[in-house]
């Protein structure tokens, strides 16, 4: 008796093992899907600042499984090939175009390289030459473009070392590039599998408390250590449009470099020992040190030490020099900034940050030009009189904006914008820019005026606007608002100031994206792009941007597509209804309650919603507003279940309000904090018949500190975590959910661990679950083979547990 019933339980764990897993090749989705997924991209494109050439850049619209299935080291938080010395994520552009704007006509690029592998495209200063590196079986070359006649040449052999980046930098002569070589006695890596190590690997803590969140591909060991050193450490030499190459610094681990403005000066940043097992490789010791044009060091102007340790919050940042740059309205200076509060933001402080200026050589003392309230966020240079500084603070969303005389510190900054970073509909706008004679772009003035371009969200939709800015009396003055109503237009940039053209795209629901330039005073529209629209199919479906609100009073939004042919009169038909979503925080009940979508945006259906499904006879709520709100004192968190609950419950209410849904025939998915959402509702909530998570964290004690805005820690919010953790309520889920990860996600706090551990505590207690694990894939997902097949999981498990 004992024997047969060992027997038994044989059997059934043989059945169970069976059922368990799928031995699945790669599918590829219904038909309706397929064609919509299985399109060729557009070009993007690149437009000189004299408006005389594009460039056209075309890339494939997926990568092949092939492509991710290379050789790849993950050290210090890069992914690098070291075959092939460049990151291992490079999307490569395959082919390039250039036409004279005048035209009608793009021209092939001749003497490209066979099956292009193109990426680091660098225009020269004066624009007439492009620079880019191609990547073939054993490195990276290098190769130049001659704009006018549309042709290419090779420069070097692939012995550029990309691993640390863009590895080429234009000098100021549009005839020589300073480029980053192999060494040419660069020791053989080690093959951690093979090398014995040869004691075991000490981490220690000298008692400072620090906030590091959970980083992905660190250093592990000394194997680690000396192999992160051999990938990045380069030569730099100086190469002209012959391929003459010209040795100029000796092996380093350089990580940035840049001329200044005149080009008489080169800063160089390099990584300095000791490495960490802890932190990226951005925050190892740096060094930055300024070069003359020939190569003389002329003054070491920034050591940073190891960076361990930083205090908690988003408006921390770390002791020193840091947000180092050249002025770009100056020959030959350099401008940094320095914490008043010793970066953290737990200290009370009048002033956060002091902004300074030292001019090159370097031999008289750096001036201070500014001190801010909150934290330095940026700078936009002008001239030695003009400058336009902001400032920020994460925890109270506020911003403001300075208008300062950088030669003249005593003169007080004037505060000319003042306002909650979060709210949309009271934006002024982006200061415009344009280049100087240094071929840097500085802020735009004429006649003391500068110029504002904005998104232009209103309560009553999108109206881009262009703003004249006076620098006197600081009032603005609209030059011109897009009034479109069937159509989306987005001013990109002024190309003429006097004559007043604008480069601007316009769109459609069903027109593709296009470039034009329009006449500000005429108001003429000059069409220069003509992309045809590769989704013909669904050129008919209903779009609408739906308006409701929470039970709180919130307003929400989402825009809802309808099938084709759907009666909207009689609604006899009710439709099941997919709802995709990303969570986002608030400090504000008004600014979480605005809206930025608009209907006339083209429709671009991709891996990244549910749009496909319109196709499939499903109503579609893309982009649904899911706020949630932290006022005052409260962090958005402390109520985030109840508040995630009420968004779900508000966006079906909405729809079944208009007589379109079955409202017990809903599902809901997001994609990493979309996927967090949609975990917790099928645990807390009854809204759903199933939902679809992708590459999402479940488990909060695995980012013990801090996770998309939660600035607080495990230990000092223990049950807040607890609670918004998926996997911590497992027992609850009883709804069908399909799991999906890429194997190799490298996205900090999203390792494809969640996905794993969440599925096995959900299938040994009993919930129905399937797991999908995307072979190669990232945080995103690139190859074609995955994403058809992605499609179809979703399809088949829509079909299965919504739809019938």
């Known amino acids: 008796m004992k024997k047969h019933f060992l027997s038994l339980l044989f059997i059934c764990f043989l059945v169970s093992s069976v059922s368990a897993q799928e031995n699945l090749t790669y599918q590829k989705p219904s038909a309706s899907i397929l064609a919509l997924a299985d399109y060729e991209r557009a070009p993007n494109v690149s437009i000189d600042s004299k408006r005389q050439y594009i460039l056209f850049i075309y890339r494939s619209t997926y990568k092949s499984l092939s492509d991710l299935n290379q050789e790849e080291m993950r050290l210090g938080g890069l992914r690098i090939n070291p075959v092939t010395n460049i990151s291992s994520s490079v999307t490569y552009i395959t082919n390039l175009k250039i036409r004279k704007v005048t035209d009608k006509v793009e021209t092939q690029v001749s003497g490209l390289p066979e099956n292009a592998r193109i990426a680091n495209i660098n225009w020269s200063p004066n624009e007439k030459k492009i620079a880019f590196t191609n990547t073939v079986a054993n490195g990276v070359e290098l190769w130049v473009i001659d704009v006018a006649s549309a042709s290419a040449k090779k420069l070097t052999d692939a012995n550029l070392n990309a691993n640390s980046g863009n590895p ?137 030490p190891l960076n361990e340790v930083l205090p908690k919050g988003f408006s921390s940042v770390r002791k020193g020099k840091r947000n180092l740059g050249w002025r770009s309205d100056k020959p030959a200076t350099w401008a940094y900034v320095v914490a008043l509060d010793e970066g953290d933001q737990a200290k009370k402080a009048d002033y956060r940050d002091e902004v300074f200026c030292w001019d090159a050589p370097f031999t008289g003392e750096p001036k201070s030009i500014i001190k801010t309230q909150q934290r330095f966020d940026g700078v936009i240079w002008g001239n030695d009189n003009t400058a336009i500084v ?274 017990k025939k809903c599902a809901i998915g997001g994609h990493s904090y979309g996927a967090f959402m949609t975990a917790n509702l099928l645990t807390h909530s009854d809204l759903f018949a199933c939902g679809i998570a992708r590459s999402g964290a479940y488990n909060r004690t695995l980012t013990p500190f801090g996770f998309q805005s939660e600035q607080r820690n495990y230990w000092d919010i223990p049950n807040i975590y607890n609670e918004m953790s998926p996997f911590m309520n497992a027992d609850k889920m009883k709804t069908p959910l399909l799991l999906v990860h890429g194997d190799a996600d490298n996205n900090p706090g999203t390792f494809t661990l969640q996905s794993e551990r969440y599925f096995q505590a959900l299938k040994n207690l009993g919930a129905p679950v399937r797991l999908v694990l995307l072979p190669k894939e990232q945080h995103g997902y690139a190859a074609k083979e995955n994403i058809l097949h992605l499609l179809w999981e979703q399809d088949q498990f829509l079909e299965k547990y919504l739809k019938n």
């Open 390 to 663: 902001t400032d920020d603070w994460y925890d109270t969303r506020n911003t403001k904006t300075y208008l300062i005389n950088p030669s003249n510190p005593n003169q007080a900054p004037k505060i000319i914008f003042d306002r909650n970073s979060q709210d949309i509909y009271s934006d002024p706008g982006n200061f415009e820019t344009k280049r100087n004679d240094f071929n840097r772009y500085v802020l735009a003035i004429e006649n003391n005026n500068a110029y504002l371009i904005g998104d232009g969200f209103t309560k009553d939709g999108q109206f881009p606007f262009i703003d004249e800015f006076n620098l006197g009396t600081l009032k603005t003055k609209r030059l011109y608002t897009s009034t479109f109503k069937d159509k989306k237009e987005d001013l990109i940039s002024i190309e003429d100031f006097k004559k007043g053209d604008v480069l601007v795209q316009i769109q459609s629901k069903n027109d593709f994206p296009n470039y034009y330039f329009r006449n500000l005073k005429s108001k003429k529209l000059t069409q220069i792009t003509d992309f045809k629209n590769p989704f013909e199919s669904i050129k008919n479906v209903y779009k609408e941007v739906i308006k409701y609100k929470r039970k709180d009073g919130v307003d929400l939004s989402g825009t809802l597509y309808l099938p084709e042919g759907y009666d909207r009169v009689k609604k006899s038909e009710k439709l099941p209804l997919l709802i995709w979503a990303y969570p986002e925080e608030y400090k504000d009940k008004n600014s979480a309650g605005q809206s930025n979508k608009n209907p006339n945006e083209f429709t671009y259906p991709s891996y990244g919603s549910f749009i496909y499904w319109v196709t499939k006879g499903y109503a579609v709520l893309d982009d649904a507003s899911f706020p949630i709100i932290g006022e005052g004192t409260t962090e958005p968190n402390d109520t985030f279940m109840t508040q995630l609950v009420d968004d779900a419950a508000a966006a079906i209410d909405a729809v079944d309000k208009l007589g379109y849904i079955n409202r």
């Open 168 to 304: 080429i930098s234009w000098m100021n002569d549009n005839e020589t590039l300073l480029v980053n070589m192999l060494p040419k006695n660069r020791p053989a890596l080690i093959d951690s599998k093979k090398d014995l190590p040869k004691g075991p690997t000490v981490s220690t803590s000298d008692g400072s408390k620090s906030q590091n969140r959970t980083y992905p591909d660190l250093l592990k060991n000394k194997t680690d250590e000396t192999n992160f050193e051999t990938l990045l450490t380069s030569e730099l030499y100086k190469v002209n449009l012959s391929g003459k190459l010209d040795f100029f610094k000796a092996g380093d681990l350089y990580v940035g470099k840049t001329f200044s403005p005149d080009g008489k000066y080169l800063m160089v940043t390099t990584v300095q020992k000791p490495f960490s097992y802890i932190v990226p490789y951005d925050r190892f010791p740096l060094k930055t040190v300024v070069y003359d044009a020939s190569g003389k060091e002329v003054k070491v102007v920034n050591e940073v």
